[in-house]
């Protein structure tokens, strides 16, 4: 299994770990409930860190490696803390063919950190989705929900500074 570690060091309070034991009792026994679980685990975390996975694992009496799958399999799970400012650029097809790689690659640079990472200070998380809807203005990403289409490299510094 891969390290689940990121940039950003664990931090998980006393009153998280008991809103998780608190969930896994309330569903521990019932077929399926490892998913709920996870879910409501992301909810209070923000994301699935190794630490809550372990303890997720321990509880349920389950190999590590088999919530690790799950969480990895699911998009909507993530091994990641997310920033402040959460960046999104879309590589769907639409996207992709208009440039959106290099849209990345440019959004990286001028944040300073890689795709599904988070900068050391917290301020901004960039990840990669698939579609967002929004073809018709491709390449497209959207940060913190707002979006920004028809985008080009040379457009990238002046809407991060936005975000600074």
């Known amino acids: 299994m891969p390290n689940l570690k990121t940039l950003i060091p664990f931090a998980g309070t006393k009153e998280q770990e008991d809103r998780l034991r608190e969930a896994i009792a309330r569903y521990k026994g019932e077929l399926g409930a490892t998913m709920p679980i996870m879910q409501e685990a ?3 975390y923000g994301y699935l860190p190794e630490e809550v996975q372990v303890i997720i694992a321990e509880e349920l009496g389950v190999p590590l490696t088999e919530i690790y799958g799950i969480s990895s399999f699911y998009a909507q799970f993530t091994h990641n803390p997310k920033g402040q400012n959460q960046i999104n650029v ?13 849209i990345l690659d440019k959004v990286c640079e001028v944040v300073g950190c890689k795709e599904g990472e988070i900068t050391e200070d917290g301020k901004f998380s960039i990840d990669a989705t698939r579609c967002v809807g929004a073809c018709g203005l491709a390449p497209v990403m959207m940060i913190n929900g707002d979006v920004y289409g028809r985008l080009t490299p040379d457009k990238i510094d002046a809407i991060i500074a936005k975000y600074k």
């Not at 879309?90 to 290099?102: E, F, P, Q, S």
């Open 42 to 44: 992301q909810e209070i």
């Open 90 to 102: 879309c590589l769907g097809t639409a996207c992709y063919v208009k440039g959106a790689g290099n």
